[in-house]
């Protein structure tokens, strides 16, 4: 919002490292999306269910050479990041320190019970919450509209009260919602 510390911070291109805590479809992802594009930092991402020390090893060695080389900054976006162990986390450490690569980190799990909390206290923790039904409603009318990236370019006239429908039974959560609506169109 504006005004925040989060906002100021990207505007100011001065992002910490962040752990995005909140539920599903709360935008986690697409915040460290948004903060990679308006700081201009090249965007790596990597999963925790699926990736380990290695991959992690790589993306800081690659940021390393890529700050060094052509002086751009890397966002690393570890989705699900509750599910490394100690020791993966431990890995982060040192370079999170340095600042290179940021990192943001998204959670479902209180990341104050479920990260190490020398992580957190060199992040910035913030809290997202599920959307509010009128901002759901107002994604869906954006997908259906979006010729480009949404179902603008199909034939389709949305009942109001089925969208508000939608908007209610998704309890918040963007992903749940969009899925919902392309279904409904598709089929």
């Given at each position: ?31 460290a999306r ?43 976006f570890i989705?699900?990041?509750h599910r ?104």
């Amino acid at each position: 919002g504006e005004g925040q510390t989060l906002r100021r911070a990207i505007e100011e291109d001065r992002v910490p490292s962040l752990i995005l805590w909140g539920p599903p479809g709360s935008g986690k992802t697409t915040l460290a999306r948004i903060v990679a594009s308006l700081t201009g930092s090249h965007f790596e991402t990597v999963s925790a269910v699926s990736s380990g020390v290695a991959d992690l090893r790589r993306v800081v060695a690659e940021a390393a050479d890529r700050l060094g080389q052509a002086n751009e900054r890397t966002i690393l976006f570890i989705d699900e990041i509750h599910r490394f162990n100690k020791a993966q986390q431990d890995v982060l450490m040192p370079d999170v320190e340095q600042g290179n690569p940021i990192l943001i980190g998204a959670t479902t799990f209180n990341p104050f019970f479920a990260l190490l909390p020398a992580l957190v206290s060199r992040s910035l923790v913030c809290e997202l919450k599920p959307l509010a039904k009128e901002d759901v409603l107002t994604l869906l009318q954006r997908a259906l509209a979006d010729k480009e990236r949404g179902l603008g370019a199909l034939p389709i006239r949305a009942d109001e009260a089925a969208l508000a429908h939608l908007a209610k039974v998704c309890d918040g959560d963007a992903r749940r919602a969009l899925n919902a609506l392309e279904v409904a169109a598709l089929t």
